[in-house]
């Protein structure tokens, strides 16, 4: 799957189970490039962030591991 994929993905199936309702990911596409956008509410960027910001870069390290395998690059930035 590209990482587009699998984030829609954790987007539908986990980003609920975890109790984040107020997470919307937009995302553009370019020739070797994806570029995620996280909107993410208040109540819910801590746990989107995780200490020390581990949670996010556990996501940027499984997608950028992804986009690897498949020749592209990934970023994801958190906005509000």
Request: glycine letters at 10%; zero cysteines.
């Amino acid at each position: 799957h590209s990482p587009a994929v699998l984030l829609s993905d954790v987007q539908k199936e986990d980003v609920h189970l975890l109790g984040l309702d107020a997470v919307r990911i937009d995302r553009i596409e370019t020739e070797k490039v994806d570029i995620f956008f996280l909107h993410v509410g208040k109540e819910d960027r801590g746990r989107v962030l995780g200490r020390g910001g581990r949670t996010i870069g556990a996501l940027r390290t499984f997608l950028e591991g992804v986009a690897a395998r498949l020749d592209r690059e990934v970023v994801v930035e958190i906005v509000d």
